[in-house]
């Protein structure tokens, strides 16, 4: 068995794993790999009669969450907490409520367990299938998000894998109580409690030890800021999947309809603003901008957001609306509030370029009624989404009929885009002889 290393040198700048830490957290993967070996034989009916019990102890526990959680909410203002991240931490007994029936909805979709990808017969009468398979356990590091607590741990569930749970101090009262209450539903109708385990209490040690547990957790996803998810694709030992960082554009073309435009820019922007899907840049093409940007920017305004924006969006703002002047930290920014970077460029080929350079591969939008534009715009990309005549805010795991999701991948290896049950899934070859041997 392959344990992580405790060499310094292995470790991020500034952490230092304890030996009690590491091996609390060895231990955790270890009870993890035997949950995951047991849920990789558990039947639908099973895994779902299970996530139907976690929903309904997540809203029989409310009270009790909803109590945990004003306690997190009063410490992240304490510390200064950016209203966006206030907004992600908070839970409502609505918000509870929509988590929970999250739940129910993820039991209502296929199994991907056992599903035969692809099968054929040789020519030597060897009969293959390639059938998906759980992954095993999978590990999640975010931030300041009790509701993907949940999300990741019925996802993992219903695809027949342990979740190790690492949700940050921002949130560290929630998830404790929201852990609690799942594994003691998995308990109540007979599967392990161990399949959904938190290291919170470890703190950055623990999440440490949990990114160089190799061989014993077969996927790390990293959900939250940039910084987060840069620390662990360099510092993980273990497989990682990219997730998160949303440096959306919309793009208004030449051709754009007003009428419809406008609400996709907000929608896009303001619908809810502490989300990776959320717009950060708004792009305009110079034949559309004296028509379509001083309306854009008075509602923009009315709906408090700050127009960071270039010299010819400022000469194109009705009186009494101010606008920032833009520098490139803007294009860059993914900024998680009610700001907005607008640029007005020469032409599609400009736009193209200008997402080319500050995307971060997450989700684009183009709103326009020439077909060949809409082509060139998804041909010139290489971004996990790309929309035509819709917000950005649909690039999500339920919205696309996945049910919850367990994160937005933007790198292009196993999974990209919103992450469901088969994106927690791999496929492993199984193949039926009489007695053939290789010549």
Known sequence: MTTATTSADAQPTGVVVPPDVQEAVLDVARRARLAARQLARTTRAAKDAALLAMADALVAATPEIVAANAT???????DGISAGLLDRLALTPERIGAIAEALRELAALPDPVGEVVRGSTLP????????????????????????VTVDAAGLALKSGNAAILRGGSAAAASNTVIVEVLARALEAVGLPADAVQSIDAYGRAGAVALM????????????????????????????????GVGNCHVYVDASADPA??????????????????????????????????????????????????????????????????????????????????????????????????????????????DLAASEAFVAGLDSA???????????????????????????????????????????????????????
């Open 124 to 147: 030597n009468g060897l009969r293959l299938r390639q059938v998906r398979v759980p992954m095993g356990v999978v590990g999640m590091i975010y931030e300041a998000r009790p509701n």
């Open 260 to 369: 419809m435009a406008l609400p996709i820019v907000l929608n896009s922007k303001t619908q809810r603003v502490g989300v990776c899907n959320a717009a950060e840049t708004l792009l305009v093409h110079v034949a559309a901008a004296d028509a379509f940007l001083p309306d854009a920017l008075t509602a923009l305004d009315a709906a408090g957001v700050v127009v960071h924006g270039d010299a010819r969006t400022a000469a194109l703002a009705p009186p009494g609306v101010d606008v920032v002047p833009a520098t490139d930290e803007d294009w860059a920014t993914e900024y998680l509030s009610l700001d907005l970077a607008v640029r007005v460029v020469d032409d599609l080929p400009a736009a193209l370029e200008h997402i080319r350079t500050w995307t971060s591969g997450h989700t684009e939008a183009i709103v326009t009624s």
């Open 72 to 78: 997190d909410l009063e410490r992240g203002r304490t």
């Open 212 to 243: 160089h547990a190799r061989g014993l957790v077969d996927l790390l996803v990293p959900r939250g800021g940039a910084d987060l998810i840069r620390t662990v694709v360099r510092e993980a030992t273990v497989p990682v999947v990219e997730t």
């Open 385 to 439: 989404v790309i929309m035509v005549n819709a917000s950005t805010r649909f690039t999500d795991g339920g919205q696309f009929g996945l049910g919850a999701e367990i994160g937005i991948s933007t790198q292009k290896m196993h999974a990209r885009g919103p992450m469901g049950l088969t994106e927690l899934t791999t496929t492993q070859w199984i193949v039926n002889g009489q007695g053939q041997v290789r010549p």
